[in-house]
């Protein structure tokens, strides 16, 4: 199995709380992912990350933000985080090019009461 | 930009009867395809995927899956399924130049006794 850690694995917060979640990986993989999944929405891209300090927004990247400052970790911050970000959080790490799967973390559990 | 449908979010059968989940697409670009499943409380793993050649791609636990271009289908099946193959299964595709995915819904498998 690729060695991705995500932590935490279960989260309960408060409305208006700051959240982060860790990725970790010991891959050296260039390319990381966060993903949220929903029922019936599949799994939608917040921000992925192709080296340190290189990020780009996903397709449902609003009230989140990221940070790579090594390879081996991506961060995912909800800033204020609200209910509607209560979801299951995965984390994807890939060599980067097209043909190559994405290998995915076990996810973390969210909850924002 | 590219899409992804997947056509059942819900598939129950017998044990040992065959099955097909079905996974249509929609791109512009040339695209690799690729078929994901999650068991409860797991991450995506990969089952197979389609880069170029055969269309007909065989993968992991007996799934197989074929690529039709002209109907951008990309339909899995597996000829006689067991209850351990109860789980989520993710269609997804990436462009051939880029790095990210977009996954269809999910289909729920649910095998039965």
């Known amino acids: 199995d690729a060695g991705i850690t995500q932590s935490p694995r279960h989260k309960v917060t408060e409305t208006g709380t700051p959240v982060t979640l860790r990725c970790h990986q010991t891959?050296?993989?260039?390319?990381m992912y966060w993903y949220r999944q929903d029922p019936g929405h599949g799994l939608r891209l917040i921000h992925y990350?192709?080296?340190?300090?290189?990020?780009d927004k996903g397709e449902v990247s609003d009230g989140y933000s990221v940070s790579r400052s090594k390879t081996e970790d991506f961060l995912l911050t909800l800033e204020s985080a609200t209910s509607s970000q209560t979801s299951v959080y995965f984390c994807?790490?890939?060599?980067?090019?097209?043909?190559?799967?994405?290998?995915f973390g076990d996810g973390t559990r969210l909850s924002i009461l | 930009a590219q899409s992804v449908t997947q056509l059942d979010s819900q598939v129950p059968v017998f044990e040992e009867a065959p099955v097909e989940l079905r996974c249509n697409y929609s791109?512009?670009?040339?695209?690799?395809l690729f078929w994901y499943v999650q068991y409860p409380n797991q991450g995506l793993q990969l089952l197979l995927k389609?880069?170029?050649?055969?269309?007909l791609v065989k993968g992991i636990n007996g799934f197989e899956a074929e690529f039709n271009k002209s109907q951008t289908s990309f339909h899995l099946r597996k000829p006689s399924v067991h209850i351990s193959d109860t789980a989520e299964y993710f269609c997804?595709?990436?462009?051939?130049?880029?790095?990210?995915?977009?996954f269809g819904e999910g289909t729920q498998l649910t095998v039965n006794p």
């Open positions: 997804a595709v990436a462009e051939t130049s880029g790095s990210r995915l977009t």
């Open positions: 791109s512009s670009v040339s695209v690799y």
């Open positions: 994807a790490i890939s060599t980067g090019t097209g043909n190559q799967p994405q290998h």
């Open positions: 389609y880069l170029s050649g055969s269309t």
């Open positions: 990350s192709y080296g340190v300090k290189d990020t």
């Open positions: 891959e050296n993989h260039r390319y």
